[in-house]
Nanobody
Framework: QVQLVESGGGLVQAGGSLRLSCAAS????????MGWFRQAAGKEREFVAA????????AYADSVKGRFTISRDSAKNTVYLRMNSLKPEDTAVYYC?????????????????WGQGTLVTVSS
């Protein structure tokens, strides 16, 4: 079992920055990919970014590429999402997820464990 706890969400003005954290515990030794997804009100959950735990290979949604950076700290079992140049359309609940048994994926159903989410609100 893997437990994921997100933190760092809040209210920020457009153009501002925020860093989300995802602390992983449990059987993290088997984690292969960590991802960030987001879900805006009335919308489907969408891919934001992902990183392979072992090699640090990353993938980003086109909508956040160049603005967001995913990273991990193996010593702390923590994954981060640094968000710069935030836009109102970035407003959503952001979820951390873990995927086992495969490589990078942009599909929510490919991930096995999920955090409870942290709300990011970007005001204009």
């Amino acid at each position: 079992q893997v437990q994921l706890v997100e933190s760092g969400g809040g209210l920020v003005q457009a153009g501002g920055s925020l860093r989300l954290s995802c602390a992983a515990s449990g059987r993290t030794f088997s984690t292969y990919v960590m991802g960030w997804f987001r879900q805006a009100a009335g919308k489907e959950r969408e891919f934001v970014a992902a990183i392979t735990w072992s090699d640090g290979i990353t993938a980003y949604a086109d909508s956040v590429k160049g603005r967001f950076t995913i990273s991990r700290d193996s010593a702390k079992n923590t994954v981060y999402l640094r968000m710069n140049s935030l836009k109102p359309e970035d407003t959503a609940v952001y979820y951390c997820a873990a995927r086992y048994g495969g490589g990078l994926s942009r599909t929510p159903s490919a991930y096995n464990y999920w955090g409870q989410g942290t709300l990011v609100t970007v005001s204009s």
